[in-house]
């Protein structure tokens, strides 16, 4: 399974963002989905999360209310619609697939394939 990242960049404080990544896999809704993130220094961070039928989402509570994961299963793809994005925000984004979902949405290690990342940089 490769995962393909894309849609960062820089942008200024209040400003949105949206992630796209690409899944080569026959059998993409049978994976969980989510995506995390990792700043300099930091360790990488759960941000949000999709069951294969995007049933059920799930979201860290920096992204409550402002972040919104989607999924398009007919083109292979997650989504990351990032609104008032904050300095704080800046990171590499990752996103992470889990065969039939994690156990723990929010633990790295419930994932069996990662993208290579895409970095966003919120100015302020």
């Known amino acids: 399974v490769q995962l393909v990242e894309s849609g960062g960049g820089l942008v200024q404080y209040g400003g949105s963002l949206r992630l796209s990544c690409v899944a080569s896999?026959?059998?993409?809704?049978?994976?969980?989905m989510g995506w995390f993130r990792q700043a300099p220094g930091k360790e990488r961070e759960f941000v949000a999360g999709i069951t294969g039928s995007a049933g059920s989402t799930y979201y860290a509570d920096s992204a409550k209310g402002r972040f919104t994961i989607s999924r398009d299963n007919a083109k292979n793809t997650v989504y990351l619609q990032m609104n008032s994005l904050k300095p704080e925000d800046s990171a590499v984004y990752y996103c992470?697939?889990?065969?039939?979902?994690?156990?723990?949405?929010?633990?790295?290690?419930?994932?069996?394939?990662w993208g290579q990342g895409t970095q966003v940089t919120v100015s302020s």
């Open positions: 992470a697939a889990s065969w039939r979902g994690p156990t723990a949405w929010g633990r790295s290690d419930g994932y069996d394939y």
């Open positions: 896999v026959l059998t993409f809704r049978s994976y969980g």
